[in-house]
């Protein structure tokens, strides 16, 4: 069941683009049976599911932390976590690269916008991240890489707002790429859900997160 969710799901997604399996509130012999089809790439939205998670499944999968971050929990998931989403503020970001440091980590992260009409979604607006990049605090940060974006469209049906909305997120992308991350590294645009990951794909998104496309309905 779930085996054959994930094989049409890789159907509609290319090559370079990574499938992150949400598997958010979902029981771990569920999870298992995508790891079983071969997943390896997961996300949690909540820290302790992810640390009991990690801790109950195998060790080769990439956890990924798609959720609001509070600093306070970063401790807890800083020995394993693979990439961190929800970036969406300087004083989250410093508490990061800490505990990345004490466990001999580089952590790599993304900076999330808000691209959203929605006030509930966080993050940045761009004139907040350039300048928050442009600060010696920021650039201090030594165990902490940038590797892309991710945002979250309005959860509407409106296709002409959602795709308004991955454009301007890959325009930020472009636009940090080209004047602050230069590197390679930086390569990650996580956009993309169940309901608008073809959309987001279209747009130039680089990693999709899904959920009940795969696990069902929560
Ligand atoms: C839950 C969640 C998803 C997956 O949502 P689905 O609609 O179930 O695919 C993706 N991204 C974030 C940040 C989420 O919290």
């Known amino acids: 069941m779930i085996a054959e969710q994930l094989a049409g799901i890789r159907k509609h997604i290319p090559e370079h683009v990574t499938l992150v399996a949400v598997s958010k509130t979902k029981p771990v012999p569920l999870v298992m049976e995508a790891y079983e089809a071969g997943q390896r790439i997961f996300g949690e939205n909540k820290v302790q599911e992810l640390v009991s998670k990690y801790e109950e499944m195998p060790k080769d999968i990439e956890w ?10 970063v401790k807890y998931i800083a020995p394993f976590v693979h990439l961190i ?36 979604k966080f993050g940045f607006s ?68 169940s309901g608008d990951y073809q959309l987001a794909i279209e747009e130039g998104s680089t990693m999709v997160r899904v959920g009940s496309s795969i696990f069902g309905r929560r």
């Open 64 to 73: 990924h932390m798609i959720g609001h971050l509070q600093s306070n929990k």
């Open 126 to 193: 761009e004139e907040e991240a350039i300048e928050m990049i442009q600060s010696s605090e920021f650039r201090e940060l030594e165990n902490i890489r940038i590797v892309g974006v991710m945002g979250m469209a309005t959860f509407t049906e409106n296709e002409t707002q959602i795709r308004k909305e991955f454009t301007r997120l890959k325009q930020i992308f472009d636009h940090l790429h080209k004047d602050y991350f230069t590197s390679v590294s930086f390569n990650t645009i996580s956009m993309g859900m």
């Open 85 to 120: 989403h929800g970036i969406d503020s300087l004083k989250l970001l410093k508490e990061v690269n800490k505990q990345a440091q004490k466990n001999g980590r580089i952590q790599d992260c993304l900076l999330q916008f808000h691209i959203a009409e929605e006030e509930t």
